[in-house]
């Protein structure tokens, strides 16, 4: 069996018809260019589902627009906290790593998530050690850095579908 047969039609399908319309966007819907466009689209949703496979997750429209509307204002209270840290002696800096507990496996999702969160100022995931453990560096190892990690976390894991179940990872006693 080939490999393109063997993917599951429906995921196929998920993946291949927006790509579809996409392609008749941008080349439009003379007959060559639509007869063009099946084939692209089928080997472009074809290299997807190799890349990435469909999962079990299913992604929250709810949660994704909350972690999007979440973002900025964090972004821009970390930045200004920064920014004090910086301009003002008497606010503490104590920088160091602070292991952090995941909770999302290691793989796509673990990585999508620590680049999300290292997009905020004041801390940053440098290393993955053994036993799901994050080390993030953070300007102020005073704050609960451990405690907004798992909460981002388990926002993210919401916001792409991600459940304890659905990731193999027992829950954390």
Known sequence: MSALAALPLRA???????????????????????????????LAAWASLSLLPSGLARPSPVGLARLALRFPGQSLAAGIDVARRAFDPRLP????????PASLPAGLSRDAFLALV?????????????????????????????????????????????????????PRG
């Open 118 to 170: 290292s997009l905020q100022p004041g801390s940053l995931p440098v290393a993955e050690q053994p036993d799901d453990v994050v080390l993030v560096h953070a300007l102020d190892t005073g704050e609960p850095i451990a405690a907004r990690f798992a909460a981002a976390e388990a926002q993210f894991k919401t916001a792409i579908g991600a459940s304890k179940e659905r990731t193999g990872v027992p």
């Open 93 to 100: 800096f104590r920088p160091g790593y602070v292991a952090c």
């Open 12 to 42: 196929t399908l998920v993946r291949a018809a927006p790509l579809y319309l996409a392609w008749v966007a941008m080349a439009g819907i003379g007959p060559l260019d639509l007869a063009i466009g099946l084939p692209a689209a089928g």
